[in-house]
């Protein structure tokens, strides 16, 4: 999962460095909306390239300045498109942007691409890519060693070679639902690219079941349960699979004050040691998309009111119990309640940017992840309840973790929910 974050990494530092060019080019884009995706999709190719190809393609030069030695374009195949098989005297980079295609080397298997994904092309290396055949597909080309740099052109891909090249993988993907395809390709799609290369069995199986099958369950909206899987991510010490997320996310609304907050709630839930590396993670993906750390404070305490205003969010979350609590601690254990109500609910439950209701649907998604809470999960489970979470919101949300938990887990947080909330 590392290899395939950094991989992003560098798709994304080119991105960001060719920012300016996106916006000169707008026009260019509204011209030709036909495959939307960051960089602009450019004029279809000019006669003396496209002899090359099979299908239809684009092509917008992305950097203008001659003097940077760098030329880089944003290449687009329409479904099906693939150039001949051919070769660079100085190599090329590919760096995968949108859609899905393919890249073989001449005597080599056929690589699926997907976003996020690089290629490195060796000098006189043959060979061809393209998208695949339901799917359109971009690239952006980077010509190294331009002063040197040749194209040789051999022999097109024909129909009965492409077919071959791609058919393992779209034999299973036609396996795959629609909404399984597009929302594996939304949420996890470093993942996916991997297990549709190494496992595309198992991508079969989990894409139907996790992306699909599972999502058709419950009425939990589609913020509330990526912030649900972002918080279980981090109980569960999945670092890539909460980058992949985090981007998803943050696409699909969840601010980047929400972000934070998820992290800062796991503190007290997770520890400070297996959240400190999420913050990480969350500060490069932020600072990637053009946040400016640190943001605006949430906190609403002060040292000397922090106990009793946590005191007074945890009574009305858990109710008289809380005193009780207070009241019957044996001496040597009191401080471990202080510490609860000034820093557990006074530090964390009082913050700005997350309400209490979603605060405890987080930490519920916490504690069912991590496993081996059962006692402070029946707690939630009753906290939740009192502060609106009902029963079929908590199982909807156990429902959407089981892919990433496993029925163990699942099944002990859906005993606990039966034993505090019966049928």
Sequence with gaps: MRR?????????????????????????????PIFGQIFPQGEKLPEEFSAYFIGQAYRAPLVRDEALNCPVSNV???????????????????????????????????????PGDVVEIAPDVEHWHGAAPDSWFAHLAVETNPQTNKN????PVDDAQYAAATAGTEEFRSRMSRTALRNFDALLPACKSELEQSDPELAEIV??????????????????????????????????????????????????????EILYQAVPYVGLARTFDFIGIANDVLRRRGVTLPLEGQSTVSPDDRFEKGLAVQRSIFGERIDRMHEEAPENQVHIQRYLSADCFGDYYTR?????????LLTFSMLVSLGGCESQVKGHIQGNANVGNGKATLLAVVTQLLPYIGYPRTLNAIACLNEVIPE
């Design 207 to 260: 894409g139907n079941f996790a992306f699909d099958e599972v999502l058709r369950y419950g009425e939990l909206d589609e913020r509330t349960r990526r912030m649900t899987l972002l918080a279980s991510a981090i109980a569960l010490q999945a670092e890539g699979v909460y980058r992949s997320l985090l981007d998803a996310a943050l696409d699909g609304g969840v601010t980047p004050v929400e972000v934070k």
């Design 4 to 32: 395939i974050a950094c991989r992003q990494a560098v798709v994304f530092a080119l991105l960001i460095g060719s920012a300016g060019t996106i916006h000169a080019q707008e026009n260019t884009m509204r011209e030709n």
């Design 76 to 114: 687009t195949f329409s479904p099906g498109c693939r150039n001949n098989w051919h070769s660079h005297t100085g190599g090329q980079l590919l760096l995968v942007t949108a859609g899905r295609g393919y890249y073989q080397e001449r005597g080599e298997p056929a690589r699926l691409l997907l």
């Design 352 to 360: 700005g940017g997350l309400d209490v209701k979603t605060r405890e």
């Design 152 to 155: 040789r052109w051999l022999e």
